[in-house]
């Protein structure tokens, strides 16, 4: 079966890093995004793994790692704004998204 | 602006009584795509659109009707909402499958 596995919930404290793992086994694999969704609010796009390696935006970066089967999503000089679940989500062989549960991140000042 | 809107935000409804969710998109995106999110489950698609006239179905079809006329409207019809379809439920759409989905702001579906 398809599956992906990323933490329920994370805390982190103003200021510091935090880095958020996601596992997944699918079949094909074509992709594998991050994005942010606030409380009662839309998904918004992070970012987009498909070389393995580190891609880095901003205060945001995200690793992949195509034959574990494994990304990271690494968030810097956390600000409290970046209290919101964090989804995982692969892009299998037909081209659609397999999503993970999320993680929703606490910011603590 | 470039945006995905949805149609009602929110809906109270009763078993039985047939309902549409509108979707439209300014961006002219090929691909479209509806989704429901429950708690601790994530993100489910439910039906999804290559192109106009093209659909397919997601991991949870069951209850659910779409179509796709023109290439910016992506409806999501249920015939006989039942109370476990409560849920939000979001459209969203991207340049093709390959690229990144935007989404709508969602639309908050209760079933009495």
């Known amino acids: 079966g398809q599956n992906i596995d990323q933490p329920t919930e994370m805390t982190a404290t103003e200021g510091a890093i935090v880095q958020i793992n996601c596992t997944y086994q699918?079949?094909?694999?074509?992709?594998l995004f991050w994005y942010q969704q606030h409380a009662g609010e839309a998904p918004t796009f992070l970012s987009y793994n498909v070389l393995d390696g580190l891609e880095e935006k901003g205060r945001f970066s995200s690793f992949l790692s195509r034959s574990k089967g494994y990304s990271y999503l690494l968030l810097k000089e956390l600000q409290m704004k970046d209290s919101a679940s964090y989804l995982c989500?692969?892009?299998?062989?037909?081209?659609?998204?397999?999503w993970g549960a999320g993680t929703k991140l606490i910011i603590k000042p | 602006e470039a945006q995905v809107t949805q149609n009602p935000r929110y809906l109270i409804t009763v078993t039985g009584k047939k309902l549409t969710v509108t979707c439209s998109q300014n961006?002219?995106?090929?691909?479209m795509s509806w989704y429901r999110q429950d708690p601790g489950l994530g993100l489910r698609q439910i039906y999804y659109?290559?192109?106009?006239?093209?659909?397919d179905k997601g991991d949870v079809p069951e209850g659910y009707k779409v179509s796709r006329k023109e290439k910016r409207n992506f409806p999501l019809i249920l015939e006989s909402p039942s109370p476990n379809q409560t849920s939000l439920y979001f459209c969203?759409?991207?340049?093709?499958?390959?690229?990144?989905?935007?989404f709508g702001p969602g639309t908050r579906l209760t079933v009495l």
């Open positions: 659109s290559m192109n106009v006239e093209v659909t």
């Open positions: 961006m002219n995106h090929e691909y």
């Open positions: 989500a692969v892009k299998g062989s037909n081209y659609q998204l397999i």
């Open positions: 969203a759409s991207s340049l093709t499958s390959r690229n990144e989905q935007f």
């Open positions: 699918t079949s094909g694999f074509n992709g």
